[in-house]
């Protein structure tokens, strides 16, 4: 039911921030837990971060641990993923992803795990 579109992505240099969005309709927003997974060429996707539905639970990857914050605005239907301390790395198509749940501390980690998807926005970290 929910209708997802990221918006933000760009082209920066290593060590910069850059902050992508994601709005949802259809659906309640405020029932979903949201995430971010990534996939650059030739690899899979994979997680990035996720959040509880009210946004009181975040869950992320190693690998962006302490770079990275996942935030949403419930009132707007609008998830985000600021990114901080770029490194090439971390260059890839960035999607996010919604699931209903009724857990408000449910922050799922799998790609099997969640029903919508966006069609992705590119970030590019060159160094």
């Known amino acids: 039911q929910a209708h997802l579109v990221e918006s933000g992505g760009g082209l920066v240099q290593a060590g910069g921030s850059l902050r992508v969005s994601c709005t949802a309709s259809?659906?309640?927003?405020?029932?979903?837990?949201m995430g971010w997974f990534r996939q650059a060429p030739g690899k899979e996707r994979e997680f990035v971060a996720s959040?509880?539905?009210?946004?009181?639970?975040?869950y992320y990857a190693d690998s962006v641990k302490g770079r990275f914050t996942i935030s949403r605005v419930n009132a707007k239907n609008t998830l985000y993923l600021q990114m901080n301390t770029l490194k090439p790395e971390d260059t890839a198509v960035y999607y996010c992803?919604?699931?209903?749940?009724?857990?408000?501390?449910?922050?799922?980690?799998?790609?099997?795990?969640?029903?919508?998807w966006g069609q992705g926005t590119q970030v590019t970290v060159s160094s």
């Open positions: 992803a919604a699931t209903y749940t009724s857990l408000s501390e449910d922050t799922p980690t799998h790609i099997n795990e969640y029903a919508y």
């Open positions: 259809g659906g309640t927003f405020s029932t979903y837990a």
């Open positions: 959040i509880g539905r009210i946004g009181g639970r975040t």
